[in-house]
């Protein structure tokens, strides 16, 4: 049974920053590489799948996020409705793996999403991580692989001063002690 | 530390990659036909000279593809970066 619920019960709200509560939300691997499994993606959720590197597309239910030129990461806007999330995900396990175009993985307990607002959010980041924020910070829809204090982190600029961050589990009390100490120095 | 121009996703910092050894090296067709010395040279021999090196990266915390580089190992200078299964656009 997937463990939908976050180790992190926690939200802190700084000067211009802010780590909201995280929701348990689904999200969903998926790997293939021919033509045609990425017209089925889009087909069964009603989304462009985003070819394009380091970019990412949305509904409104869904964001899909490009990851690299044959995986994609799916993960839902809202709390999750785990009646819903089985259904989608048994459509596209059906659609898509059953048939051998490619491969559907539920890693809803393998990610916790954290969510940041505010206008020095990049700042935080910038403490801790190589990349270069010039352009993304302006490019919403924008997505990036990184490190975050050593830590493998998805970051998802959904809106402008609005970030959703994926880390693994095991490293997401960590990540969250480090932006809690890090923040009291920008 | 330096930048390196992932063919996937682009200009990344060296930290998120990690070094995979020299590249182009071919397995042998027959392995059982060679002898041990042979075979050490195919699995442990290595060039590490000064220089233009052909090398192969994978830019482990990104989009964790492998790819080729063709590097000075003096100064760092990056010459070409390419795909796997691609020919090197230098020699």
Same mark, same amino acid.
């Not at chain 1, 985003?50 to 995986?71: G, I, R, Y």
């Not at chain 1, 999750?80 to 059953?98: H, Q, R």
């Not at chain 1, 490293?171 to 920008?186: A, G, K, T």
């Given at each position: ?53 380091? +970019? ?48 559907? +993985? ?12 505010? +206008? ?23 997505? +990036? ?42 | ?91």
């Amino acid at each position: 049974m997937l463990n939908f619920n976050t180790p992190i019960i926690d939200s802190k709200e700084y000067s211009e920053i802010k780590f909201s509560k995280v929701e348990p939300i689904f999200k969903i691997n998926l790997r293939g590489k021919n033509r045609d499994f990425i017209t089925k993606i889009g087909k069964e959720l009603s989304i462009i799948t985003p070819v394009d590197p380091n +970019t990412s597309s949305s509904n409104e239910k869904l964001n899909l996020l490009w990851l690299s030129p044959d995986e994609w990461f799916l993960y839902s806007n809202d709390k999750v409705d785990i009646k819903d999330a089985n259904t989608l995900e048994d459509n596209l396990f059906n659609e898509i793996s059953k048939v051998k175009l490619g491969s559907v +993985t539920n890693v809803s307990d393998h990610w916790i999403m954290i969510n940041l607002k505010g +206008t020095k959010i990049f700042e935080l980041l910038s403490a801790g991580c190589p990349f270069n924020f010039n352009n993304f910070k302006n490019s919403k829809g924008a997505v +990036t692989q990184t490190l975050l204090n050593h830590i493998d982190v998805i970051i998802h600029n959904k809106n402008i001063y609005d970030l959703n961050l994926f880390v693994r589990r095991s490293f997401s009390s960590h990540l969250w002690s480090w932006m809690n100490d890090s923040v009291r120095f920008i | 530390m330096f930048l390196i121009n992932c063919p996937y996703c682009g200009e990344r910092d060296q930290s998120e990659f990690s070094a995979g050894g020299e590249a182009h090296i071919v397995r042998p067709k027959q392995p059982t036909e060679l002898s041990d010395d042979q075979w050490a040279e195919y699995l442990f021999m290595r060039k590490n000279i000064k220089g233009v090196q052909f090398e192969r990266w994978n830019h482990a915390h990104g989009c964790r593809k492998w790819f080729n580089m063709v590097r000075d190992t003096s100064n760092d200078k990056i010459h070409a970066v390419y795909k796997i299964g691609e020919k090197p656009p230098i020699n």
